[in-house]
C-alpha cells in the first residue's frame, strides 16, 4: 500500500509569514497534485507536477516535485488569511485504474 | 467549468435506515469515486467506478454499496446505517487519461 505523510499537521501563523508544507513517500509516483479544501467545500486542485526536480508558480504558491518524485514541497510566500484552508497532496501511482492516493492534509490557518 | 453536484449538504439519519446520497457531474466523466473524510483519517476511498454498471471497492468498502446506472451518476448506499458512518462524504470524478479528480462539496451525514 502507498502511503503519503504529509507535515505538519496543523500551521497557525501570522499574515505575512512564510511556510512550507511537506509531503513525502517511500513509493514513487507518475504524477503528484496538490488540492486545496476550504471549510464545507470539496477539495479544488491547485497544481499538477509531473516531472521529477519540477517547480511550479501559482502566484505567491511554489510547488516542487522531488528528484525521485518520492515526494513533494509546497511554499506559500507572505501568506494572507484567504490562504487558510486544508492543503491535500495526492499520488498516482500510475496503470489504468486512475485512483489517487491521499495525504491526511495540512490544515493551515493564516491570522490576520 | 466542470461541476460536481451531491444531493444534500446535510443529513441526518437514525441507526438501521438505509441512505441514499446522490452525486452528479455534467462533464461526461468516466470515473467517479466516493470518498469518506474524517478528522485525523483524511480522504479514504469507498467505491469507484470506471464506467455505467462498472464498480470496483475501495479501501473501506464494508457497510456501503453504489449504483452506476448512468454515466453521469454515482449513487453510493448505506443499506443500514450506524453511528460509526458519521462523516463527510464526497464525491469526485475524471476523466482519463489526466487523473485530476473534481469533487463536490461533500454531504456531511450524520447518524443517530
Keep these: 500500500t502507498q502511503l503519503l505523510e504529509q507535515s505538519p499537521q496543523f500551521l497557525s501563523i501570522q499574515e505575512g509569514e512564510n511556510l512550507t508544507v511537506y509531503c513525502n513517500s517511500s513509493s514513487v509516483f507518475s504524477s503528484l497534485q496538490w488540492y486545496r479544501q476550504e471549510p464545507g467545500e470539496g477539495p479544488v486542485l491547485l497544481v499538477t507536477v509531473v516531472t521529477g526536480g519540477e517547480v511550479k508558480k501559482l502566484k505567491r504558491l511554489t510547488f516542487q516535485f522531488g528528484d525521485a518524485r518520492k515526494d513533494s514541497s509546497l511554499h506559500i510566500t507572505a501568506a494572507q488569511p484567504g490562504d487558510t484552508g486544508l492543503y491535500l497532496c495526492a499520488g498516482d501511482s500510475g496503470g489504468s485504474n486512475y485512483k489517487l492516493t491521499f495525504g491526511k492534509g495540512t490544515l493551515l490557518t493564516v491570522n490576520p | ?112
Design chain 2, 1 to 112: 467549468d466542470v461541476k460536481v453536484t451531491q444531493s444534500s449538504r446535510y443529513l441526518v439519519k437514525r441507526t438501521g435506515e438505509k441512505v441514499f446520497l446522490e452525486c452528479v457531474q455534467d462533464m461526461d466523466h468516466e470515473n467517479m469515486f466516493w470518498y469518506r473524510q474524517d478528522p485525523g483519517l483524511g480522504l479514504r476511498l469507498i467505491y469507484f467506478s470506471y464506467d455505467v454498471k462498472m464498480k470496483e471497492k475501495g479501501d473501506i468498502p464494508e457497510g456501503y454499496s453504489v449504483s452506476r446506472e448512468k454515466k453521469e451518476r454515482f449513487s453510493l448506499i448505506l443499506e443500514s446505517a450506524s453511528t460509526n458512518q458519521t462523516s463527510m462524504y464526497l464525491c469526485a470524478s475524471s476523466l482519463p487519461p489526466t487523473d485530476t479528480q473534481y469533487f463536490g462539496p461533500g454531504t456531511r451525514l450524520t447518524v443517530l
